[in-house]
């Protein structure tokens, strides 16, 4: 090609003027990414959902054209994973509902909540054609908060048992006692990252989201338990150690101001369900109700018959107890829930309730094939259960008083020593064959888990023999020693007794009792150990036992 004269100049100044506009200057820098991506999440029927994206950026004004429809969202469901032929299936919404706010410069994303961080199927993304810098997945998110869940404060305990459990609790903010709820995880929440206890359900806190204001303690047990533990030994001791750990905690709670010890209450699912009956069974006086949730076998056979579910729950005739089960689980069976219903009204439980979801309303609730398991889904979203549990509220019953001139039974003096000593601890099995039908059955197995009063021997008791002033100085040494009270361990004499002569099966502990002033002789040389001790003098010892305790 030619170029006319002067034309070389002019090609010379579009290609300086070409330079300058491109090549003279820096290329346009790529838009940065979010300096910080935040999820806004709570803890939702199936597990933590998340509501809203917040993206902090260099500038608002570099996105003046941004529209709500700029943004897909792929991998997000609503945590439902079974259809009705119980296939895994993750529906992505037809419309993720995006909204577009701004404050300064954070872009605000709320959507239609969906499973975080995804479903079974695929993970979620969030992405943007027009601006890829605004697109993301959970590996961008920096900072993710959750509604109550991060309220909850870890932490480890060890029992005087040498057993340990994490936990995680949530203190009321209020000055005066609050309830409390002893949250018990299913089996699928085992583990030791203490967390999962919180996330995979509701149960933790949907007190705290209903508006009630409460403390929350959760556990986490490192193992699930076996079928059948009730036959078990080895696996049950376990699980009365771990109770144990969790009820000095709730002691130190109580003396410290923080809980009310009147509105204590326990729910459990699935294992959690089983364990909570157990939970019970062994601290019957501790809670004022419960709520126990598609139960895992752990108190008898439910192929048997209700007599032994009678014989493991009989302590628990004044304990609020509200059963919940699918009617076809197809993980625990419902006859755990209808069974342990049937035996406490039978006991005369006249608090206790039972409901049973029948495959109808289960699949109101898209709760399908295996997924029917968790009936806890719609009692934590029944306002009316949650009203039921804290309505339950433990009352100062009448304290145990004796006939003043009559003769006092072992089972009578058991009763009295329970109330007054305040003895709570007690593993709910038998332990003598002769005490199941005594109305003092439960005293007199929390006396002797105290180490006060024994059996007579060959598994009895023999509830209904009177007692002894010898049987008496017995019991109050056992007291006083228990409680490190050195005196009534003294070896000092006091003056002889004609009718306690040296090898007398109790003349050591009539020697300690009476040098510690809790007895007196009958008179100045006799202590009379065979004469039948009245109310009176009964009520006045451990009255006495009890100020020094």
């Known amino acids: 090609m030619k170029l006319k004269k002067g034309s070389g100049l002019m090609l010379s100044l579009v290609l300086a003027v070409g330079t300058i506009l491109t090549g003279g200057l820096p290329a346009k820098a790529e838009a940065a990414s979010p300096a910080q991506i935040t999820a806004n999440t709570y803890i939702g029927d199936t597990g933590r959902m998340v509501e809203s994206f917040d993206l902090q950026l260099e500038s608002a004004s570099s996105y003046a054209d941004l529209k709500a429809s700029d943004f897909e969202i792929t991998g997000n469901y609503n945590g439902y994973p079974v259809n009705e032929k119980n296939e895994t299936v993750q529906e992505n919404y037809a419309d993720d509902g995006v909204e577009l706010s701004w404050k300064e410069n954070v872009l605000s994303l709320k959507i239609k909540p969906f499973k975080y961080a995804g479903g079974p199927v695929s993970a979620f993304a969030v992405t943007n054609e027009r601006y890829p810098e605004l697109s993301f997945d959970k590996a961008s998110v920096t900072v993710v908060k959750t509604q109550t869940f991060d309220e909850f404060v870890p932490g480890e305990y060890t029992g005087t048992n040498g057993e340990k459990l994490s936990y995680q609790l949530k203190l009321s903010e209020s000055a005066a006692p609050q309830p409390l709820i002893v949250w018990l995880h299913g089996g699928g929440e085992v583990g030791t990252d203490n967390l999962k206890q919180l996330t995979e359900n509701k149960g933790a806190v949907a007190w705290t989201d209903a508006g009630y204001d409460t403390s929350v303690l959760a556990v986490q047990f490192p193992s699930n338990y076996k079928w059948k533990i009730y036959n078990n030994p080895e696996e049950l001791a376990l699980m009365q150690d771990y109770f144990e750990i969790q009820a000095e905690l709730i002691k130190e709670l109580v003396d410290s101001g923080e809980v009310d010890p009147n509105r204590i209450y326990v729910v459990g699912v699935s294992s959690g369900g089983g364990g909570a009956l157990r939970f019970l069974m062994q601290y019957p006086d501790l809670f004022a109700g419960s709520i126990v949730i598609a139960a895992k076998d752990a108190v008898a056979d439910y192929t048997g018959s209700v007599d032994t579910f009678k014989s493991e729950l009989k302590d628990l005739t004044d304990v609020p107890v509200w059963l919940v089960h699918a009617q076809n689980d197809p993980i625990t069976d419902s006859r755990t829930s209808t069974l342990a219903y049937e035996a406490l009204t039978g006991l005369g439980n006249n608090q206790s309730k039972l409901t049973i979801y029948d495959d109808a309303f289960l ?41 003043q001139d009559a003769q006092v039974t072992r089972a009578e003096l058991a009763a009295l020593l329970s109330d007054r000593l305040k003895l709570s601890e007690v593993i709910g099995t038998d332990i003598y064959t002769d005490t199941g039908n005594s109305l003092q059955d439960l005293a007199i197995r929390q006396t002797t888990t105290a180490g006060i009063m024994k059996g007579t021997g060959a598994g009895l008791f023999h509830p209904d023999l009177a007692v002894t002033r010898a049987q008496l100085a017995t019991i109050a040494d056992n007291v006083m020693r228990n409680a490190g009270q050195q005196q009534a361990s003294s070896t000092a004499s006091p003056a002889a007794f004609s009718d306690v002569p040296t090898g007398h099966w109790a003349s050591e502990a009539i020697m300690r009792s009476v040098a510690a002033g809790i007895l007196k002789g009958d008179s100045v040389t006799r202590f009379a150990p065979n004469r039948i001790v009245t109310g009176a003098e009964a009520t006045q010892l451990v009255e006495l036992l009890a100020s020094r305790m």
Do not use: Y
């Not at 709760?367 to 398991?373: A, E, K, Y």
């Not at 806890?376 to 009448?398: C, G, H, R, S, Y």
């Open 363 to 403: 699949a109101s609730q898209q709760l399908f094939g295996d997924f029917r398991h968790c009936s806890w889904i719609p009692v934590f979203n029944d306002k009316n259960m949650l009203a039921w549990l804290f309505e339950q509220k433990k009352t100062d019953t009448a304290p145990v008083s004796l006939q």
